[in-house]
């Protein structure tokens, strides 16, 4: 049942992704992905929010935690994740953990990005 949960919230939150993305660049405009950035930070900001009140001050029914955050949240962005935990690493003295967490992200990330445009473009 939980993932009918984690299933509806995703629907919600990918069409706030779509709806707040598309918002952003018409009235930001320019090369520059503003909709991708204030997608990503405010879904971090989101995510920490979340987290932290439905797991150290409130307690809701965990499917209810778990659509917002892994539905909802997972669907607008998936950098709210990588950012929690990386965050969350650090927090729990993990520094080093935190430390190769971000770098392996953005450096295999990027490697990848590349690595599927190269590919795309030999089929």
Not at 33 to 59: D, K, Y
Not at 97 to 118: F, H, Q, Y
């Amino acid at each position: 049942m939980r993932v009918v949960w984690v299933g509806v919230g995703g629907f919600f939150g990918s069409a706030a992704r779509y709806w707040v993305g598309g918002l952003v660049n018409r009235v930001a405009g320019g090369a520059y992905p503003w909709g991708t950035l204030v997608i990503n930070v405010s879904g971090c900001f989101v995510l920490g929010l979340l987290m932290t009140a439905l797991t150290e001050r409130f307690l809701p029914h965990p499917n209810l935690r778990t659509a917002l955050t892994v539905g909802f949240i997972g669907a607008y962005t998936t950098f709210s994740t990588f950012a929690f935990e990386s965050v969350k690493l650090g927090q729990d003295g993990a520094f080093g953990l935190a430390v190769v967490n971000v770098v392996a992200s953005v450096v295999v990330g990027l490697g990848a990005a590349w690595l599927g445009i190269v590919v795309g473009r030999a089929a």
